[in-house]
C-alpha cells in the first residue's frame, strides 16, 4: 500500500507542479493573488494524494491584515505542503537570490513577493536583510524555518538567529508555528509515503523588544519554547538555553506568549 501511495503521490507531484507552476508563472503577470491562490490549490493536491489530513489551530490569533514572520519548526517537506495549503493568511518565503536572475521564473517571484536573500558573504547578506525588513514594513508576511533544514528524525533543534535578527530589523510581530507529525509522513532520506494527520498550532504573537544582542536572543528563547510546547515529547527535543532575563513585549492586541500559548 505504501508503494503504490508513494507511486501515486509523485506522479501527481509532478503533474501539478508542471501544469500549476506554468500557470502560475503566466498569472503572476496579471496579479500577486493569482500565485498565492495556486500555491493553496498545490499544497491541497499534494496533501490529498498523500492521504494527509491538516488540523490548524489558533487562527484567532492572527489579524488577517496583519504582517508577521512566521516562524516554525521543520520537520520535512510536509511542512510546506501543510502551510502553502492551510495557512490562513498569504505569505512569501525568502529565497536565494539565484534563483531570481532565471528568465520568467524570477520576474514571477518578485511580482508575487518572494525576498531575495543574498548569502554569499556577510555584507552582501546584511544589505539583502535589511530590504527584506523593509519588505516585511511594507506589509509582506514571511514564512521562516530558523532550523535552516528539515530534522532527520522530527525532533525540533536548534534555532539561526538570522530570522530573529530580521524580525528586531522589521520590527513586526514574530508568531511561533508549531508542526508535528509531518515527519511521519516522509521521513528525511526515504521516499515511501505514509499517510497521516498534520497538526499546526498558531501561537500568539510577539512583538520584538529591541534590536540588541540580548533582546534577539531573548526572542529566540521565547519563540522556539512557544514551539517546543505544542510538540509531542517525541518531538520536543532539548529546551533552549535560558538567556539573561529580558522583558519581550506582548503584540498590540495585548496578548504575549506562554508555555502553554
Known amino acids: ?9 509523485y506522479t ?3 503533474l501539478s507542479t508542471t501544469v500549476m507552476g506554468t500557470i502560475s508563472i503566466v498569472g503572476s503577470f496579471i496579479s500577486r493573488w493569482w ?13 490529498w494524494t498523500a492521504g494527509v ?5 489558533g487562527t484567532q490569533n492572527l489579524d488577517p491584515n496583519g504582517t508577521y514572520v512566521l516562524t516554525s519548526n521543520h520537520q520535512g517537506w510536509f511542512d510546506i505542503f501543510a502551510a502553502l495549503g ?13 534563483l531570481f536572475k532565471i528568465p520568467i521564473l524570477g520576474r514571477a517571484m518578485l511580482n508575487t513577493g518572494y525576498i531575495p536573500i543574498n548569502r554569499s558573504d556577510h555584507k552582501k547578506a546584511l544589505i539583502s536583510m535589511n530590504k527584506a525588513a523593509d519588505k516585511i514594513r511594507e506589509g509582506t508576511s514571511v514564512f521562516i524555518f530558523p532550523e535552516g533544514t528539515r530534522s532527520p528524525d522530527g525532533v525540533i533543534r536548534d534555532f539561526k538567529k538570522g530570522g530573529f535578527v530580521l524580525a528586531a530589523k522589521s520590527q513586526q510581530p514574530i508568531v511561533p508555528i508549531s508542526i508535528s507529525g509531518s515527519h511521519r509522513i516522509l521521513p528525511k532520506k526515504s521516499w515511501l509515503i505514509q499517510s497521516g494527520p498534520i497538526k499546526i498550532k498558531i501561537c500568539k504573537p510577539v512583538l520584538p523588544a529591541g534590536t540588541d544582542q540580548k533582546s534577539r536572543d531573548q526572542l529566540l528563547y521565547t519563540v522556539r519554547e512557544a514551539i517546543r510546547a505544542n510538540l509531542s515529547a ?11 532575563e529580558r522583558p519581550v513585549r506582548a503584540s498590540a492586541n495585548g496578548s504575549g506568549l506562554s508555555r502553554n500559548a
Not at 2 to 9: E, L, Q
Not at 53 to 57: L, R
Not at 87 to 98: Q, R
Not at 234 to 244: C, D, K, L, N
Request: hydrophobic fraction near 45%; aromatic fraction near 14%.
Open 1 to 9: 500500500m505504501k508503494i503504490a501511495r508513494s507511486i501515486f503521490f
Open 12 to 14: 501527481i507531484l509532478i
Open 35 to 47: 500565485p498565492v491562490f495556486m500555491a493553496k490549490v498545490w499544497g491541497r493536491v499534494n496533501l
Open 53 to 57: 489530513k491538516v488540523d490548524v489551530e
Open 86 to 98: 492551510y495557512f490562513p493568511i498569504p505569505f512569501s518565503w525568502l529565497a536565494k537570490e539565484e
Open 234 to 244: 517525541e518531538e520536543s527535543g532539548t529546551p533552549t538555553e535560558p538567556p539573561s
